[in-house]
């Protein structure tokens, strides 16, 4: 009996201490008030009850003394990092991270000073923190309710069972290896003021002033983006309907045998990656294609199953998988392309169509508002471009627009219900592989040249006026005083009257005396005269004359025509004699001596540049030539100065109190010198 009793006894041991175990381990990671880590190389961490994923101080990529506070996954062996405080700004050695009494993760450089901190609410019922199996990390108050998660403040990674709302936004990556704030960002944008519907949308940012550009991506009528326990990227949209981002049929492995994540990565893309937990190897995370692969296109059948097609102009890798992939039929066409990547002949392809079809969330250029015909003709001369996504103006009120992609395509899907875009195929016509694409014709070897010698042209300009004012308007402003002033512009001068007699030449229509003795030239007079017809363009002193360079590529290689360029100068520069001597005679505007050169710069300056604006350039200027190098700004002080985030203060004098008074006595006082 009493052994029996021993025995018993024994067993409800043991099974009081399996219950008990858990439940330790549980209380063991929870993060109690004033626990703090340091940012050392000994990596402590607070940790999930699983070991997935861990919080504490991460090396910053390639900076043994800098630290990034961060989550990762724990159990592989790049660690992934999911989320990131003060991402912008990496914390030094000893930097230390606590959970104070009032429920804020409180980062401190090793001064004492605070870098970053969660929540500016305090909350004296703070509990404890804990770091989840989900990936997230969550400040609780005694009632168990939540006080701060970092779901909610995510970086450029969502993680199975996190939800972004309305508030909520991923700002992708400078990189891959820099984690700061990049260029592009997924958020909710509302529809307009008087209604509170959201489309979930794609776009790109100004990385320093954070202005918004338009959306490249857009999902509409979407209240909230949701990551379920199965990898799946789904969209509810304001009625509770919730449709599916991931591919359709797409078919993911279960939550208990995978780790997912979806991230907004530096190139603008919206990603699905996953990752087997028990890797073996080099196992590394994995872009979910969908069932279809590579360059196919996925639709459903009955009963659900997915049906795998090939794109125009593609084939199976493997002819007896359909779910392999698809590989280009030709791939010659990139020989079809020039150094600029543009195509040296739009004449070697042609477009096929097709219905209902689309590749989201891989688009590298949103072209909007736009025509189908604009649509083709932009992916015909795009090297890049091997398909294109065409919205009819009628599904998206009344505004045409065209995604871009390159190869290569994933998550391609059909559906004549539910998908309102066209896709638009470039592909090589079937005569044009005979022929040989690496010896153009003469036209286009013309024309490759011509685009070739603008571009060089406009840098050496460019570089020419750069060096020129660095190094003589300080010379030209200390010797203001004496005679010497017609030394100081002569450059300048002998640059304005060639660009006003290349003006006169074409205006008179003697184009061919500017390349009198180039016969090669003279036999295509019409080339060079859209040249100098260029050029004129992109000298005006107006800026808002002078074409961006996209539209010069277009117009030289015929897409954009051109019109007749006026004189690029606000007043004429040159003196009668002058013209004389280059065979023109007419009465112009004459300025001599001191008022000559005067004149010059004020049109210079008042022409091509706001006055305010050459303050603040020269404000800028004057911080970053100090002699005490502590005075000088950072190139991100610098920048936020130039583009207003920074208030610009007035900067140390340079000169002396002699030259300064000899510059401000004399009658060219800009009010540039400070």
């Known amino acids: 009996m009493a052994s029996a009793i021993a ?8 099974f009081v201490i399996t219950l008990l175990v858990p439940a330790i381990a549980q209380v063991n990671t929870n993060v109690s008030v004033g626990s703090a880590l340091f940012a050392t190389d000994d990596n402590s961490t607070w940790t999930s009850p699983s070991g997935d994923f861990s919080f504490g101080f991460r090396h910053f990529p390639g900076q043994q003394d800098q630290f990034l506070l961060a989550i990762w996954f724990a159990k592989i062996p790049d660690e992934t990092i999911v989320w990131s405080a003060n991402r912008d700004y990496p914390a030094a050695r000893e930097s230390k991270v606590e959970l104070n009494t009032v429920g804020q993760l409180v ?108 959306a490249y991506y857009t999902e509409h009528n979407a209240s909230e983006l949701i990551m379920d326990k199965s990898g799946y990227l789904l969209v509810k949209n304001s009625l509770g309907g919730i449709s599916n981002l991931s591919s359709e049929g797409e078919v993911l492995r279960t939550e208990s045998d995978s780790y997912y994540r979806a991230t907004l990565d530096f190139n603008g893309v919206l990603r699905l990656h996953t990752r087997p937990k028990n890797f073996t190897g080099n196992q590394t995370w994995s872009i979910i294609r969908g069932p279809c692969g590579y360059n196919s296109i996925c639709s459903l059948r009955a009963y659900g199953e997915p049906e795998c097609q090939c794109a125009p102009g593609f084939s199976l890798l493997d002819v007896n998988n359909k779910y392999s992939g698809c590989k280009q039929d030709d791939v010659s066409y990139m020989n079809e392309c020039n150094e600029m990547g543009t195509v040296i002949s739009e004449d070697q392809f042609e477009i096929l169509e097709m219905e209902n079809a689309d590749w989201p969330l891989t688009a590298y250029e ?56 066209k896709a638009l195929f470039k592909i090589l016509k079937l ?76 205006n008179r229509g003697k ?25 004129i363009w992109c000298v005006q002193d107006v800026p808002l004359l002078r074409p961006s360079m996209r539209e010069v590529t277009h117009v030289l290689e015929g897409i954009l025509e051109i019109s007749a360029p006026p004189c690029p100068f606000l007043y004429s520069l040159t ?70 985030i920074l208030e610009i203060l007035h900067p140390h004098v340079l000169f002396s109190t002699v030259q300064r008074s000899k510059l401000k006595s004399h009658p060219w006082d800009f009010q540039i010198i400070l």
């Open 7 to 14: 025995l018993f006894s024994y067993h409800l041991l043991v």
């Open 107 to 214: 980062l401190k450089a090793p001064g004492g000073w605070e870098l970053w901190r969660s929540s500016n609410n305090e909350n004296p019922q703070v509990s404890n923190g804990a770091m989840l199996d989900t990936g997230n990390f969550v400040i609780t108050s005694t009632n168990s309710s939540i006080l701060w998660n970092s779901f909610d403040k995510p970086t450029d990674t969502i993680l199975p069972t996190q939800v972004l709302g309305s508030g909520s936004s991923l700002f992708s990556s400078m990189s891959k290896k820099n984690f700061g704030v990049g260029k592009f960002q997924l958020r909710f944008r509302q529809q307009n003021i008087s209604n509170s519907s959201y489309d979930l949308i794609l776009n790109q940012i100004a990385v320093y002033t954070q202005n918004t550009y338009g």
């Open 366 to 421: 949103l072209l909007q508002p736009t025509t189908e015909f604009e649509c083709k003709k932009s992916c015909l001369h795009d090297c890049y471009c091997a398909v294109v996504i065409f919205q009819d103006p009628k599904y998206n009120n009344g505004m045409g627009r065209c995604w871009k992609k390159r190869l290569p395509l994933s998550n391609g899907r059909y559906n004549r219900n539910t998908v309102d875009r």
């Open 431 to 506: 005569n044009s592989s005979s022929q040989n694409p690496t010896n153009p014709d003469p036209g286009h070897r013309k024309q490759d040249q011509a685009i070739s010698i603008l571009a060089v042209l406009l840098v050496a300009i460019s570089l020419l006026v750069f060096c020129f004012w660095q190094e003589k308007l300080p010379n030209f402003y200390r010797t203001l005083h004496t005679k010497n002033l017609d030394m100081n512009l002569l450059e300048l001068e002998r640059a304005a009257i060639l660009t006003e007699w290349a003006y006169e030449c074409y």
């Open 511 to 535: 184009v061919e005396r500017l390349v009198e003795n180039d016969e090669e030239a003279i036999s295509d007079i019409y080339w060079v005269k859209k040249l100098v017809m260029v050029a």
């Open 575 to 644: 003196s009668e004699a002058e013209k004389s001597s280059m065979g023109f005679s007419n009465n112009m505007w004459i300025s001599t001596n001191l008022n000559y050169y005067k004149s010059f710069i004020l049109i210079l300056l008042n022409g091509i540049c706001d006055m305010d604006w050459v303050k603040k350039q020269v404000m800028v200027a004057i911080w970053c030539a100090q002699v005490v190098p502590l005075l000088r700004p950072s190139m991100r002080e610098v920048t936020h100065m130039l583009e207003g």
